[in-house]
């Protein structure tokens, strides 16, 4: 069966950076491209951006842009996130999510979630 | 920038009573691209229907949705103990993705 399987929780001082894993199993690993998703605590999902596994330019959401890279290996099936200059306010789950595909799928909807991994920022 | 926004915030209702889940957005869309998941404490959210109106894969009939251009709604025609929980949208307008605020669906 798909599933993603991500790093584990994270604790990381103000200024400094975060890398967030993703493993693949279960499918194709470079037949349908990945999201990342982030919640901060008790608030709504944010949608991050979505990147190609077999590599080219990822699509990041406006607000992260300049902050965030996301990136791929395809010989491990594992998609990385890494978000730079961490504040406060970036405290959250963070999920990884595959994109079932265009037409013919389910239209670009996340049809299969990681389990979540908690990164917390704080002095 | 399209944004949606969903109604109400929270929807008090009993067992086996039907929700009905707005979301609307700030320009006419494409429903190929409207999607609906559930999220419940602590869990990852889980894909319930896609382009607007189609179920995904062991998503029990009782959800449905529906609508088009900026209006769009997903019901649950009875709801169950285990339906008691956050819901959002969510589109895709050709190069973002974008959520919804999220409805909570408490009991009454």
């Known amino acids: 069966q798909v599933q993603l399987v991500q790093s584990g929780a994270e604790v990381k001082k103000p200024g400094a950076s975060v890398k967030v894993s993703c493993r693949a199993s279960g499918y194709t690993f470079t037949n349908f491209y990945l999201h990342w998703v982030r919640q901060a605590p008790g608030q709504g999902l944010e949608w991050m951006g979505i990147m190609n596994p077999t590599g080219g330019t990822p699509t990041y959401g406006q607000k992260l842009h300049g902050r965030v890279t996301m990136t791929s290996d395809t010989s491990t099936s594992t998609v990385y996130m890494e978000l730079s200059s961490l504040r406060s306010e970036d405290t959250a789950v963070y999920y990884c999510?595959?994109?079932?595909?265009?037409?013919?799928?389910?239209?670009?909807?996340?049809?299969?979630w990681g389990q979540g991994t908690l990164v917390t920022v704080s002095s | 920038e399209i944004v949606l926004t969903q109604s109400p915030g929270t929807l008090s209702l009993s067992p086996g009573e039907r929700a009905t889940l707005s979301c609307r957005a700030s320009q006419s869309v494409s429903s190929n691209y409207l999607a609906w998941s559930q999220q419940k404490p602590g869990q990852a959210p889980r894909l319930l229907i896609y382009?607007?109106?189609s179920r995904a894969t062991g998503i029990p009939d009782r959800f449905s949705g529906s609508g088009s251009g900026t209006d769009f709604t997903l019901t649950i025609s009875r709801l169950e103990p285990e339906d008691f929980t956050m819901y959002y949208c969510?589109?895709?307008?050709?190069?973002?993705?974008?959520f919804g605020q999220g409805t909570k669906v408490e009991i009454k």
């Open positions: 969510q589109l895709y307008d050709g190069s973002q993705w974008t």
């Open positions: 999510a595959r994109d079932c595909g265009g037409a013919g799928s389910c239209s670009h909807a996340f049809d299969h």
């Open positions: 382009g607007a109106s």
